[in-house]
């Protein structure tokens, strides 16, 4: 009989045949392979495959092995398995070391050095990590969910210019918006939060930021602000992760808050207007006919055309007549002087003191706030 203390010699950490450990404990006992075969019913050449050639242990097998040695048969199912899933991991990282070519595409320090990833000189383990921070079995996977050529982000030409980079970013968001709980999207109520939220406009980042988070999932859109990283120039991006559940993550790239939130309602109309299979990856490129549509729909939802209108028959290029206009259609100054100065109505260096600027890490120069 094999005793605690023989059992405990066996690692199930090294990769070892549990064939080998079966012959050792017949050395101990003194038993031939012949006799073993004769105790449970098996040919010598099945048990010489099991000990010689690494043939898998059945828990049939390891049941009769129990009955016959005195070993459990959780041992040497257990053995087994760590056996198999040890061959599994050694095959996976001699695959994994091909793809180190792969890896150095992305922005690996950053990563590191933000707690997305753990750094690691090994690159295989470097690999490894990327697949942990996307969700993915391999490589391979990313190709097919990110760049394949009829992968949806391909269809934004801000996307092409680094789907390396510009992946690591949605994933942020996506990891993001996985942990805000959303109520099933509802159009109608997601169009009145949208009108609700007019006046966040005018708050520091401090009082609007939770209030619009928990406004829109309110109406079954998650909203993430995600810092921008290096090599991803994309700052807002409109996408469906379930058919309950809309995505808007905002980069914060340009920082003006008049930005921020045009940016925001131009995704909130992709939601309104556009069809859920549809990803939009914004950048500084023209757009095509549905970017268009929700530029308009933000220019529109922020100063209707009637107002506008109004303003343009105003002393506009007056602080005072801008600041009480904005007050009276309950929206920061700032989104007033962006307008104007998108239609040169007003120089890009005028007025910027009603305008303020917004950072997802750190305080600009006055007057800024953080998100």
Not at 75 to 94: D, V
Not at 167 to 195: H, N, Y
Not at 226 to 251: C, H, M
Request: aromatic share 10%.
């Amino acid at each position: 009989m094999v005793n605690d203390a023989q059992l405990n010699e066996y690692q199930p950490d090294m990769v070892t045949p549990p064939g080998e450990t079966l012959q050792d404990v017949l050395e101990g006992l003194g038993m031939t392979q012949a006799e073993l075969a004769k105790r449970i019913g098996k040919t010598p050449k099945a048990i010489s495959e099991i000990i010689k050639r690494g043939t898998e242990i059945t828990p049939a097998t390891a049941v009769d092995l129990e009955m016959a040695l005195g070993i459990p048969a959780s041992f040497w199912i257990s053995r087994e398995r760590r056996y198999r899933e040890n061959l599994a991991r050694r095959a996976e990282r001699r695959r994994l070391a091909k793809w180190a070519g792969w890896a150095k595409k992305f922005p690996v320090r950053f990563m590191s050095k933000t707690g997305l990833i753990k750094h690691s000189d090994d690159k295989t383990d470097q690999v490894a990590e990327l697949l942990r921070f996307f969700g993915i079995a391999s490589p391979e996977h990313w190709e097919k969910i990110w760049f394949a050529t009829d992968a949806a982000y391909r269809k934004s030409a801000v996307f092409n210019v680094n789907p390396e980079a510009n992946s690591v970013w949605l994933r942020m968001g996506e990891l993001q918006a996985l942990r805000i709980d959303c109520k099933p999207f509802d159009r109608d109520t997601f169009r009145e939060t949208l009108r609700k939220m007019l006046p966040f406009t005018a708050m520091e980042p401090a009082r609007f930021r939770d209030r619009a988070v928990g406004a829109c999932a309110d109406a079954g859109v998650a909203v993430v602000f995600t810092p921008p990283i290096p090599g991803a120039p994309a700052y807002g991006v409109t996408r469906w992760l379930t058919q309950e559940k809309a995505l808007v993550q905002l980069s914060l790239r340009g920082k003006w808050e008049d930005v921020l939130w045009f940016t925001f309602y131009h995704e909130a109309g992709h939601i309104l207007l556009h069809g859920k299979r549809d990803v939009f990856v914004e950048g500084e490129q023209a757009g095509d006919e549905k970017e268009t549509e929700a530029n308009e729909f933000a220019r529109d939802f922020l100063i209707p055309p009637p107002e506008y209108a109004r303003l343009l028959a105003l002393p506009y290029r007056n602080p005072q007549v801008i600041r009480k206009f904005a007050s009276e259609l309950g929206i920061s100054p700032a989104i007033v002087v962006g307008r104007l100065q998108h239609d040169e109505k007003l120089g890009r260096d005028r007025m910027n003191t009603l305008r303020m600027r917004f950072s997802l890490t750190a305080r600009e120069k006055t007057p800024s706030a953080s998100i």
